[in-house]
C-alpha cells in the first residue's frame, strides 16, 4: 500500500468517525474529493479485514477490529504529559497559575501545577485531594458527568461551609451547575480559598466523557481584568487536549 493510501485510509477513518451512523462509498468519496475507483478499493480491503462494517442499511461504519487498538492507545496515554504543552501555553498567554486534576473516588485530585512568574498563595499541589463541589475543576467535574454519578454524589455529600462564598444549598448548587455546562466552563468565586478566583474547563475523551479538568487561578480582581481573556484562552486549550484524547465535538466548539 503506498504513502498516499495510507494517508487515504487514515481519513476514511477521521471521517467515519465523525459520522457514527456511517457513509456510502459515493459520499466519502466526495466528502474527500477522492475518485470513486480508488475509494472503493480502500474500502473494500478494509471491510475484508474488520477495520469497517456495513449496517443495516448499507452504509460503512468503522469495523470491530479498531476497538482494541483505541483501547490500547486511550491506556498508553498519559493525561498530565500529553496535555502539558498546552497547559504551559495557556500558563503563558493568561500569565496566571493552571492546573489540571483528575477525579478519584470522589475527590479531586491534582496532576498538574505550572505557576506563571505571578506565584499565588494556594493550597493546592499536584497530588494534593480538594472537595468537588468547592473548587472550579470540581464543579467541572459535577457539571459535564453523567446525570446518575451528579445525583448520586450530590445526595451523599455533606456540603461544610469552607469560606464565606462557599455554596452549602445543594439546589443553589445545581443551578450552578446547570448554567456551567451551558457556558463551558465553572467559576471559583473564592469558594474553596479567600481571594482566589478560578475558571475551570473540561477535557473530554473520544466517548465524550470527562476525563480530566484544566483551571486558571489567581487573586480575584486580578482575574476578572481579564476574565473573557482567560476563558477564551482556557476553553481552546482545554478543547485541544480533548482532540489529542480522540474528542471530536459535535457542536464545532
Do not use: W
Not at 491506556?75 to 496535555?83: F, K, M, R
Not at 454524589?153 to 443551578?175: A, G, M, P, S
Request: net charge negative; proline share 3%; with cysteine.
Amino acid at each position: 500500500m503506498s504513502v498516499k493510501s495510507a494517508e487515504r485510509v487514515l481519513r476514511i477513518f477521521e471521517l467515519l468517525s465523525a459520522n457514527m451512523d456511517g457513509m456510502t462509498i459515493k459520499e466519502i468519496s466526495e466528502m474527500l474529493q477522492l475518485p470513486q475507483s480508488s475509494t472503493s478499493g480502500l474500502i473494500k480491503t478494509l471491510l475484508h479485514e474488520n477495520y469497517l462494517s456495513v449496517n443495516q442499511q448499507n452504509r460503512f461504519t468503522l469495523g470491530p477490529k479498531l476497538i482494541p487498538i483505541g483501547n490500547a492507545a486511550m491506556e498508553s496515554l498519559d493525561i498530565s504529559s500529553l496535555g502539558y504543552p498546552s497547559l504551559k501555553e495557556l500558563m503563558e498567554l493568561v500569565e496566571e497559575t493552571v492546573f489540571m486534576a483528575v477525579l478519584a473516588d470522589k475527590e479531586l485530585v491534582y496532576v498538574a501545577k505550572i505557576d506563571s512568574n505571578r506565584s499565588i498563595k494556594t493550597s493546592a499541589y499536584p497530588g494534593g485531594q480538594k472537595p468537588l463541589y468547592c473548587t472550579g475543576l470540581g464543579k467541572t467535574y459535577l457539571a459535564f458527568m453523567n446525570e446518575a454519578d451528579r445525583v448520586n454524589y450530590l445526595n451523599t455529600v455533606e456540603l461544610k461551609t469552607i469560606t464565606d462564598q462557599t455554596i452549602t444549598d445543594k439546589e443553589e448548587l445545581e443551578k450552578k451547575l446547570q448554567a456551567y455546562k451551558q457556558q463551558g466552563y465553572a467559576i471559583d468565586n473564592e469558594e474553596n480559598e479567600d481571594g482566589l478566583y478560578c475558571l475551570a474547563a473540561p477535557i473530554f475523551d473520544m466517548n465524550g466523557e470527562i476525563q480530566a479538568a484544566v483551571s486558571v487561578a489567581g487573586p480575584k480582581e486580578r482575574m476578572l481584568r481579564q476574565k473573557e481573556r482567560i476563558i477564551k484562552h482556557l476553553k481552546q486549550k482545554a478543547a485541544a487536549i480533548s482532540a489529542k484524547l480522540g474528542y471530536v465535538s459535535k457542536e464545532g466548539v
